[in-house]
């Protein structure tokens, strides 16, 4: 990713941004500094200057300058309907809208925020189509959606644009900001993560509760989709998260989660996310991410695993409604086989005789591995890895 510096360079950048949150209310750890990781084309980052204990407060965010579409300006210039419009069409593009305005205004409180946000991005999205080539196999390609977001801001943006022209000006406010600013969006906003730190802070739980505790939070708060400077500057790196953002007593404020040692970078978590998703929202992967998967297209898993074309269609009706055949089948780090594709590639492999006694019986196979399924299943991953246009071999 490459940042809007052309006239001010990284620590002036820096400077003005810092200056500018904390006159409008922001705190700022002495603890913490900005750090520049583009030799690890990860962008501006944010390091530990001084050791730093669990809990320990990294900033505070003051919500006036949480930008989103209740605080732009722009509520005040264009009709609800508007904004009505494009919320239903999708919950993110009243945000987009707002940014392609305020990233524009002259005098927009947000301005040395978007001095310091990058304009230029490594996600799949801005990648040629020789650079594409190399995603074949890991269904990235697909979920791009370049053609699909050009024909939402040629049918729904561009109309409010062109007829609110003493706002927008379509020279300025055209595609290529629209995916700027969508791009910042997927990106950098925060959508529902806030969670409560003292039900953190004060006690020792197990999984199990923090579930349930994210999914209470998750009923209290109300899902809004904003972009807030300073909590954006973080990266991720799977594993390694060591901050995150709570609400605390109507505060926002980044928190330390673990222990953090002078000179360590800091990271928020961005999720749970693969590498395809990695890739696709934030354009970076990495190399040990225990949340990876790969993905089998269900039509490619009956295709590859039937024996009989005269009972194939049967199976998958059977299997389709007993919720065993889906459109997707999921492998994990955990390398352990979806007892349903067991069943799959059970059912699928039966002759005409077996099928027939599933059909009286209904009772479908027992997940269990033999000797031909194994086979099978070797044989459709070997399949799969051939799909791939590289390997990590090849790349060394
Ligand atoms: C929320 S921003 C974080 C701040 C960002 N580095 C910057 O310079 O503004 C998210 C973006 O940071 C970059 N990023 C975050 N973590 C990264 C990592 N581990 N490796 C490479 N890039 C990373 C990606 O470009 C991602 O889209």
Known sequence: MSHND??????????????WFCSNGGTISPKISFKDYSSENAGRGVVSVDDIEPFEVLFNIPHSIVLSEKTSSLKDLISSSEFEMLSKINSWFPLILCMMYESQKENSLW??????????????????????SELEGTGVID??????????????????????????????????????MGSLVMANAFQDKIRNK??????????????DEENEDEEDEKEEITMMPMADMLNHKTGFNNARLFRDKGLLEMAAI?????????????????????????????????????????????????????????????????DILDDIFVL??????????????????MDKAQFKKL???????????????????????EKRLAMYKTSIKVKG
């Open 198 to 211: 003292n039900i953190e802070e004060n006690q020792d739980k197990n999984e199990e509760d923090e579930e």
């Open 143 to 180: 979920k791009i959606g370049k053609a699909d977001a050009e024909k939402q801001f040629n049918d729904h943006f561009l109309p409010i644009i062109q007829s609110n022209s003493s706002i927008f000006d379509s020279n300025i406010h055209n595609l290529e900001l629209f995916h700027c």
């Open 332 to 349: 994990d780090t955990t390398c352990e086989i979806p007892p349903e594709l067991i069943i799959t590639a059970k059912v699928m492999r």
């Open 359 to 381: 059909q009286k019986s209904e009772k479908f196979p027992e997940p269990k591995m033999n000797l031909d399924i194994k086979q099978s299943l070797i044989q459709l991953f």
């Open 111 to 132: 301005k040395p925020y978007f001095d310091i946000l990058p304009r230029e991005f490594d996600t799949p999205m801005f990648w040629n189509e020789d650079d594409l």
């Open 258 to 322: 673990k222990k953090i040692k002078k000179g360590e970078q800091i990271y928020n978590t961005y999720g749970e996310l693969c590498s395809a998703d990695l890739l696709r929202k934030y354009g970076f992967v990495d190399e040990n991410n225990m949340y990876d998967i790969v993905e089998l297209n269900g039509q490619f898993v009956v295709d590859t695993l039937s024996i009989d074309e005269d009972t194939k269609n049967k199976k998958i009706e059977m299997l389709l409604e007993e």
């Open 6 to 19: 052309n006239t001010l360079n990284f620590e002036e950048i820096n400077k003005q941004f810092i200056h």
